[in-house]
Every structure is written in C-alpha cells, then in structure tokens.
C-alpha cells in the first residue's frame, strides 16, 4: 500500500482494480444507514422508524383520503388517535408526539415484549410450561388474540368443551396473566346436523371420528370434519359446540356445494418427473352419499385410468359399503415395465373408537399382468384374495399435513391359489408401521422424532420362485424407504421374495425462519431371495434435508449417502440428491 501511494500510476490501478470492492461496501454501509433512518408518513416523522409498513386504510385514516368523504379531512388530534392505535397494533405502546411546524415527530419509544406468562385456574393436567413462542414474543393484541386460541385448544383437547379465560396484559412489565376458569371435563352427549337436500345427514354419522358417550376432544371434531370434505360428501362442515348439564350437544353446520366436482393436479418429483392427474366424481348419490369416480393421472413412471364407485346400502349410520373398482395401468421402472388390467369388488368398513380409527377391507380380486421387461413370467393371470386393515391414531390422523405426534399400522395381504384362476399360488404378506413423537410435549413443537418400517414376504414354494410375477416381488430404494439409493433399485433387477426396512427421522419444524425445518434421518434395509429370509447384505442410508411448510403444500430435499455393508466398493452405493412436493415421511 505504501509502494503505491508513492508510485502515482500504481496508485490509479490499486484504485481502478479495488473500485468495485469499494463501491459494494459504500452500497452496505448506506443499505445499514438507510435501516435507520426516520420515516415520513405524510404528517409524520417516525424516527428510527423499523419500517411499519402501514396498509392502504391505515394511511387514508392518518394522511386523509380525498376518494373518501369520511376520511377527506382528518385533523391531527385524529390522526395522532389513530397513530397510536396502529403502534399498539405493532407492540409500540409508549409513543411520544411532539410538534414541529407542520410536522409530528413520533418517538416510538421501546417495543413491548411478553416477560412472564402466568396462568390462574389451570386444571393439574394442563402444563403451561409446554407452551412455546409466548415469552420474548412481541406484545400486541395479535399475540394476546393467539395466546387465548391455544389455551382454549388445548382446554378442549383435554375435554373441557366450554371453558372461560380472562387475559390481561402490562405493557410496561411484560406480563400476561390469564385467569381460566375451565368447568368440568364433559362427554358428548347429542349430535344434530343441519339438514342437505337430497341427502339423508344422518349418513354423515359414519365420519365421526368420536362416539355419544365419550369425552369431548376439540380436535376430534376438525378430524370429523376434514374426513367429510376430503371424502367430497360436502363442500364444507362445522361443529359449534353447546355445554349442558347432561353434556355437549353438538350441532353440524353443513354447506352443501356442487354434487359433481372436476379436479386437477400438477406436481414434480426428481424419481418420476412431473405428475398430473385429473378426476371427475358425481358426490351424494341416493340419499345415503354413494359415489362415482373417473381418475386419470400420468407421470413418467406411470399411467393409471381408474373407475372408483363407493356404494353405501345399509341404512344409516352403517358404515359398511362396496368399493368396486376397475383400473387399468402401466408402470415403467428400472427393475421392470409391465401392464395390469385390474378388477376388484372389495366390501369394507370403518370404526373409530375415543381416540382410534379402524378401517377394514376384503375381497377378490382379479388381474391380467403383462410383463415386459422383468423378472417372472410374461403374462400372468391370477384371483388374488386381498386383506387390508389399518389402525391410525386419531392425533395421526389430525397432524397429517403438519405430523408431530401418533401413530399409524397398515397390514395388507395378497392370496392366491393355483387351482383357483391363478398360474401359481403365492401369498403376499405387508406389514408398514410409523409413529412420530413430540420431544418434550412442547407446542409448538421444538423436535419431532419420527419411526417408520415395513417387513414384507411372499411364500411361494421353491420350484415356483420363477413363475412369481413382478407385482409379487419386491424392492427398495427411493424416497419411501432407503434414501440413499436408486428409486426401486436393489437388490436388483430381479426383485426379492422378502424385505425389511427401518428409518428413523429427526426434524426440527421451529428451528429456523420461515416455516424452514431441517431434518437428520438414517435408513437400514435388508433383503432376501427367498421366502421368509433376509441375506447378509446390510443397506444403510444416513443423510439430511430441508422441507418447507408453504400455503400451496409441502415441499422436501433430502440428500442421502447409501452404503451396502459389509461390501466397501459396491456399485450400488453413492450419493442421492432428492426433491419433492407433497410427500411426507
């Protein structure tokens, strides 16, 4: 630096080759200046100002609105009325206003922020102590409006249905205090519905994720509720909620919509490309809600056209009903190509218990199986007997797009018989399980700690191993299980008789900004040839990702490192990069 301050033509070319350094930090040191520079809003001088980003009436009530008459003249006694609303709104509760000249200088003053919560009549079970994101927080009546939600949910979780809270709040010490007075624990004692024409809402009755007699769990109800419109039976339903002497009454509040319904979906996912799929379903079919459903979707890896009826006949609330059904479908993977014309006419029922949800199918199926690149024979004709059963949690179930905590068993068979229909006799076994735990309890959650595994077989007896087709066979890797390996890539193309896999997943939803959770998983698979064994060959995929809560769904990236053990240079083995929209784990 001295050689060139004493040499004047180095000197220019330090300057001309550092000329764009310096221009960059005079661009941040005026962007950190500029943070703090007074605002001016109309009449007003904020100073300091944060940025209030007021909206387009706030600014009309405070700068006057030529366009409305009300707000054409505001005086400043007004306007400074006004301002101090819209600060207390933002957790400014001490502004100071002075004049100068034409102007009003606003010292906003220190922002208000909650020091202590403290909560009066709190049943033993309630554990304030869990609750998260309330101390430190900015105090506003937003935040005080929040404070009283969460404590009546989870009153109501606990089976108090109509509790009473009183907040207040100092905005000179921080403290908010809550006086709660949450009556006794009821059970539900009557269920009414609005009525819908041309549908009997008794039939509603075989969503309800709860029973006359148990005790009233707030969430139970959005359970309820979210099954009726996911199933498409009305374009939306609500509980309001009524406490008696003898229990809560609740009424169903229904809005019926359209009885047919066209739906699209677009989607992209780095194992089968981009996704559509499209449906068209007449809802409320007789008075008991049968349906009818034509659903087409296409990817890359596969296409599908799809008949789905779903016939109700029993008189209410019976939850037994037919769910035919009649696809046709080809699917494309590494391992295997082939094509499946399927007809099936399972009956099924459903049954919820106080805090679990049951659903039951069974029945025939038949299928024309076409392979063309594949293990197994070319063409296979079989009747497969299917079992099906799954076991939920009703807090599963209700966490479902946001999961924290529950659990959830799906158990599914597949019998066939030579003799009947079928070109050999094998019989497909699955059982899948995953449960997810809030550490600590805290709500909002910190960590959710998340288990999931499956072990499948076929038996089929040895000199029939080579006449099993593709769909009896089975395989790993992708995202649904070892994500450290290609999508349905091990143990290799020919497919195995039995699996087993494990993940565990550690996510932290409110670690960082921006609803951005990170995540730590590991997966371990392992496989066999035959029937009911497993070989040596250990598949072990530890990584981490991102996923993002956003209002359109739920986005994830993993990036995963799959070993094959004890096999050093196994060719299998590398790294998987993995992006998704819609899936969870």
């Known amino acids: 630096m001295a050689y060139a301050m004493q040499n004047p033509a180095r000197m220019i070319r330090f300057a001309e080759k550092n000329l764009g350094v310096a221009m960059l930090c005079l661009l941040i040191a005026s962007s950190a200046l500029a943070k703090n520079d007074d605002e001016v809003i109309c009449r007003f001088v904020v100073m300091n100002s944060p940025g ?3 909206n387009k009436s ?18 400043d006694s007004q306007a400074v009325f006004s301002m101090k609303t819209f600060l207390k709104l933002r957790g400014y509760h001490h502004p100071t206003f002075t004049k100068d000249g034409e102007r009003i200088v606003v010292t906003l003053g220190e922002l208000s922020k909650v020091t202590r919560l403290e909560i009066e009549g709190a049943p033993d079970e309630f554990h304030s102590e869990k609750l998260r994101r309330i101390k430190g927080e900015t105090l506003s009546p937003k935040l005080l409006d929040g404070i009283e939600e969460r404590l009546f949910a989870r009153l109501n979780r606990l089976g108090y249905a109509c509790p009473k809270q009183k907040i207040q709040a100092d905005p000179n010490t921080g403290e908010v205090l809550v006086q709660m007075t ?29 029973r006359i007699g148990d005790t009233f769990h707030g969430d139970w109800l959005r359970v309820t509720e979210n099954r009726v ?51 068209w379903k007449h809802l409320r079919l007789g008075d008991l809600g049968s349906s009818f459903e034509v659903a087409a979707s296409a990817s890359y890896r596969l296409q599908e056209v799809a008949l789905k009826p779903k016939w109700y006949f029993l008189p209410y609330p019976a939850r037994f009903h037919f769910s035919p059904l009649l696809s046709i479908k080809r699917e494309f993977e590494e391992s295997y190509e082939r094509y499946n014309a399927q007809l099936q006419f399972t009956p099924g029922t459903t049954l919820d218990t106080e805090n679990l949800g049951f659903t039951f199918l069974f029945g025939p199926i ?43 068993v799906d158990l599914s ?58 769909n009896f066979r089975h395989f790993l890797g992708g995202s649904m299980d070892l994500r450290g390996f290609a999508r349905i890539s091990l143990p290799d ?65 993993t990036l995963a490192r799959g070993f094959v053990l004890p096999g050093p240079n196994d060719p299998r083995a590398g790294w998987r990069v993995y992006f998704s929209y819609g899936e969870e784990f």
């Not at 600014?59 to 003249?73: F, G, H, Y």
């Open 413 to 470: 068979a597949f019998l066939t018989q030579q003799d009947l229909l079928s070109n050999v006799s094998a019989q497909l076994v699955r059982l899948y399980a995953d449960t997810l735990i809030n550490l600590g309890g805290y709500e909002p959650p910190f960590a959710v700690l998340g288990f999931r595994g499956s072990l499948a077989t076929t038996f089929v007896a040895p000199t029939a191993e080579g006449r099993v087709p593709s």
């Open 229 to 279: 419109i996911t199933q498409g039976v009305l374009q939306n339903t609500h509980f309001s909620v009524t406490c008696t002497d003898d229990g809560v009454e609740l009424l169903q509040k229904n809005t019926a919509g359209p009885p047919r319904t066209l739906t699209f979906g677009l989607g992209v996912n780095t194992e089968r490309g981009p996704s559509a799929r499209a449906s």
């Open 182 to 210: 949450p009556g006794r624990k009821q059970t539900v004692s009557r269920i009414d519905s609005e009525n819908v024409a041309d549908f009997d809402v008794a039939a509603l009755r075989r969503y309800d994720a709860f």
């Open 493 to 557: 193309t020919t497919g195995a008789l039995t699996s087993a896999f494990f993940s565990t997943e550690l996510r932290f939803p409110d670690l960082l900004p921006w609803n951005l959770q990170p995540i730590a998983f590991g997966d371990a698979g392992a496989m066999g040839r035959h029937s009911a064994t497993l070989e040596r060959d250990l598949f072990v995929s530890p990584g981490f990702g991102l996923r993002w809560e956003s209002p359109i769904g739920i986005f994830r990236s």
């Open 366 to 408: 038949i299928q024309a199986l076409r392979t063309v690149v594949g293990k197994g024979p070319k063409q296979s004709d079989f009747m497969s007997l299917n079992v099906s059963a799954r076991l939920e949690s009703h807090d599963h179930e209700f966490y479902r797009t946001s999961p924290r905590t529950g659990f959830a």
């Open 52 to 54: 209030l980003d007021l």
């Open 58 to 75: 706030e600014r009309s009530l405070i700068c006057s609105d030529p366009k409305i008459e009300a707000w054409s003249n505001v005086t």
